[in-house]
């Protein structure tokens, strides 16, 4: 391998790591009080549904984690944006 080859690897593995930690941070934050309020909306508990859409949070976050690494860049990147423009504009328009 030569040393370019190399270093654009490491900047690719890099660039999924960062997306992968950054970008599913993101989505979460999104889906976890997405998930709150539809839980509370087919009648839980409000304190309930909070703790498990965090719990389902911690599950779906590792998933994610595991699922960018799996995938190429531009499949990685629409994946990303598409899940938190899913669930962003539902929390724009419930905010």
Known sequence: MT???IWCHR????LHLVLAVAGGWAVIALAV???GIALAALGMI???A????MMLGFIAYLLLLI???????PRL???LLGSAMLCG?????LS
């Open 50 to 53: 909070t703790v498990l859409a």
């Open 77 to 79: 990147l629409a994946g």
């Open 11 to 14: 900047a690719l593995v890099t």
């Open 33 to 35: 009080p997405l998930a």
């Open 67 to 73: 699922w960018a690494f799996s995938v190429r860049l």
């Open 89 to 93: 504009l539902p929390l724009y328009v």
């Open 3 to 5: 040393p370019a080859s």
């Open 46 to 48: 409000r304190s309930e």
